[in-house]
T-cell receptor, first 112, second 111 residues
Framework: NAGVTQTPKFQVLKTGQSMTLQCAQD?????MYWYRQDPGMGLRLIYY???????DKGEVPNGYNVSRLNKREFSLRLESAAPSQTSVYFC???????????FGSGTRLTVV | EDKVVQSPLSLVVHEGDTVTLNCSYE??????LLWYKQEKKAPTFLFML????IEKKSGRLSSILDKKELFSILNITATQTGDSAIYLC???????????FGKGTLLTVNP
């Protein structure tokens, strides 16, 4: 049971570089989410996709873009990384109707 | 604006103590309130509370939801060092099912 798989697990970028964080789920969930977690800030929603073909901004979308490639995959792209984007990123998926999330193991990103 | 506030932000106790973690929320179109435990990696699901299920219990952990006063508590009895973690509260509301999280409570249980 893979659940939600995120890659990479760790990444160091230089300011201005770009990268894409990958996320895939094998539970046939409709909804997928990207969160970032900073010390003392809890989890803040960046973008989400309620269903295949749709994406919406969350609480902190600036500096990010997303692609819901198909029902399984939801990627997060940083076009020009900034030190303020140093964080731990979590992907999650869920089925609708109040079900709890299944989280990936996280990506620790450092921008220097 | 919808929001969820957790208290305390951090807590240090000794093994065997009982702890109560608080979560208050202000949200329109409330659907559910969830509790997660986060150790070193991803959050793991503990409880979901809805209008039809306002009290949940699993072993030493229990949670209640007060929809009138808009808060939830998470109780942990006879704490163990393995209970040390960040406990996150989140609500689901509005026209979609995304979760909005509080900042979490960092619980440290000392031997």
């Amino acid at each position: 049971n893979a659940g939600v798989t995120q890659t990479p697990k760790f990444q160091v970028l230089k300011t201005g570089q770009s990268m894409t964080l990958q996320c895939a789920q094998d539970m046939n969930h409709n909804s997928m989410y990207w969160y970032r977690q900073d010390p003392g800030m809890g989890l803040r929603l960046i973008y989400y996709s309620a269903s295949e073909g749709t994406t919406d901004k969350g609480e902190v979308p600036n500096g990010y873009n997303v692609s819901r490639l198909n029902k399984r995959e939801f990627s997060l792209r940083l076009e020009s990384a900034a030190p303020s984007q140093t964080s731990v990123y979590f992907c999650a998926s869920s089925e609708a109707k109040n079900y709890g999330y299944t989280f990936g193991s996280g990506t620790r990103l450092t921008v220097v | 604006e919808d929001k969820v506030v957790q208290s305390p932000l951090s807590l240090v106790v000794h093994e065997g103590d009982t702890v109560t973690l608080n979560c208050s929320y202000e949200v329109t179109n409330f659907r559910s309130l969830l509790w997660y435990k986060q150790e070193k990696k991803a959050p793991t699901f503990l409880f979901m509370l809805t209008s039809s299920g306002i009290e949940k219990k699993s072993g030493r952990l229990s949670s209640i939801l007060d929809k009138k006063e808009l808060f939830s508590i998470l109780n942990i009895t006879a704490t163990q060092t393995g209970d040390s973690a960040i406990y996150l509260c989140a609500y689901s509301g509005g026209s979609n099912y995304k979760l909005t999280f509080g900042k979490g409570t960092l619980l440290t249980v000392n031997p």
